[in-house]
């Protein structure tokens, strides 16, 4: 019975890491940023032990393959998560120009105003904020060939064709 037991918490164990390592690398950390987080506590975002890169490369991969078939990242997906991640750094910018403000930092104030013009026309152009709100257009159907067919009918004194 104990080898049953065992085997579930290494199981178990490994799920864990699995999933932190997955979870790792959809926020883009670099594999040695992972390993370094890795030795953190639990309570500071790490799984409390070190694990090497190739640990992590393998129960990154073997959790991706666990959902693969869950996931489709579309393009209203990727918006969704881009949209996130966008407000975020609008947050911080803010958050940012307030502080230089109040302390009265011109130069982190300014730097802080560009990243947040940066952000919102990131922003513009992924949500197509910034383009045109309402297309007007006139559609003239023609058909040249049958123009010149009546053109040169009538040029020798015949009745054009009708057209549709």
Sequence with gaps: ?????????????VAIEEEWAYDRRVERLSWRQMRDRSALPVEQGGLGYLLGIATLQARADAYFAQIRGTLRVGVDER????????????????GDIKVARAAGDVKASADAELRLLRYQ????????TDSPQRIEAEVTNRDAVLEDLNAALVSLGREPVETA
């Design 1 to 13: 019975m104990p080898k049953k037991i065992d085997r579930e918490v290494v199981a178990a164990k």
């Design 79 to 94: 918006r969704a998560r881009q949209e996130g991640e966008i407000d975020e750094l609008i947050r911080l910018a803010i």
């Design 121 to 128: 026309e990131r922003e513009a152009k992924i949500f197509g």
